[in-house]
């Protein structure tokens, strides 16, 4: 493994003992990254147990452990995995683990232009290959669209506004620069949060550009499909949007949250929730690791037919 760090895992025993490992299983830890979650499956595992570590980047195949026989990387997005699944002939699984955070990595490389405390590209693209950049976006994008994004993903008010700067400023210029989109933007942020709301902009763009909330909502109801019953599903997000979709699927089947029932009013759902309350990080974690504060991990389990259509309404509301 390479010596530099490419990523801390957070919650890392929580989440994998929430998995609820079998030695002899068969899981899925669909975001790679740096391997710490996949390192700690396979440690559980015994010769028998298999491991398919999910990761689009190609940065992230460095850190493939050599010679282990047990695990199969896959470079691809995660909305994919039924289908590559269905490839190695896998029909079911016993747990599925889910980071949802960006890896340090991607942060740190001025070349990716995911952070604003660097120059660079306007890219953000986890999947370097194909697909439109940060700069298409910003570029190509109108007012009406542009707003829609920094409201919806970014979560911020002023979002209009952003907006209708950037429109006008590209008119002139193209925005092609980290530095660039953040010195046209600042002067519209609030004093007191500047790189709070700095962050908002860029996570905005970067949910745009890789289509985050589409690929969540395909691999949720995937994992609803894939797990065998009894199976766990392991998911950490690190903001409000992914974390209600999370939930809101643990508790329903659904992403949107409708809760459907029987004639007698039972709940019927393909996932019940372990934990009702979510799992943070500690301060202990949080201070050795200051990107894990915003972490939410929420743990479910896959039910069989009869339970799915069995459950009271009122367990886990």
Do not use: C
């Amino acid at each position: 493994m390479p010596t530099t760090v490419y990523h801390i895992p957070v919650l890392l025993k929580q989440s994998v003992d929430g998995l609820n490992i079998r030695r002899d299983g068969v899981y899925a830890d669909l975001t790679f990254g740096g391997g710490g979650h996949s390192r700690e499956i396979l440690s559980r595992l015994n010769a028998d147990g298999r491991l398919y570590s999910f990761d689009q980047d190609a940065d992230a195949e460095s850190n493939v452990p050599a010679n282990e026989e047990r695990l199969t990387f896959v470079r691809s997005n995660f909305r994919y995995l039924p289908n590559w699944m269905r490839y190695y002939g896998v029909d079911a699984l016993d747990g599925i683990l889910a980071d949802l955070g960006v890896s340090s990595h991607h942060f740190d490389d001025e070349t990716r232009g995911f952070s604003f405390r660097f120059n660079g590209p306007l890219d953000m693209r986890m999947n370097g290959r194909a697909g439109m950049t940060a700069a298409d976006v910003v570029n190509t994008y109108d007012e009406e669209a542009l707003a829609k994004l920094f409201l919806l993903y970014g979560e911020m008010k002023n979002g209009r506004s952003i907006a209708k700067t950037i429109v006008k400023s590209r008119s002139v210029t193209p925005l092609k620069t980290v530095e660039a989109l953040a010195a046209l933007v600042e002067p519209l942020l609030g004093r007191d949060r500047t790189k709070k709301d700095m962050a908002k902009v860029f996570q905005a763009l970067r949910i745009e550009v890789n289509h985050e909330m589409d690929a969540l909502e395909e691999m949720l109801e995937a994992a609803g499909r894939m797990l065998r019953p009894g199976g766990r599903l392991v998911v950490l997000t690190y903001h409000s949007l992914e974390d209600r979709m999370v939930k809101n699927y643990m508790r329903s089947g659904r992403v949107d949250g409708k809760v459907e029932q029987d004639f007698f009013g039972n709940r019927i759902s393909p996932m019940k929730p372990i934990n009702n309350k979510v799992i943070v990080p500690d301060a202990e974690e949080q201070e050795r690791n200051p990107r894990s504060r915003s972490a939410k991990l929420r743990i479910a389990e896959r039910l069989d037919d009869k339970q799915a259509k069995g459950q009271s309404l009122y367990e886990t509301l």
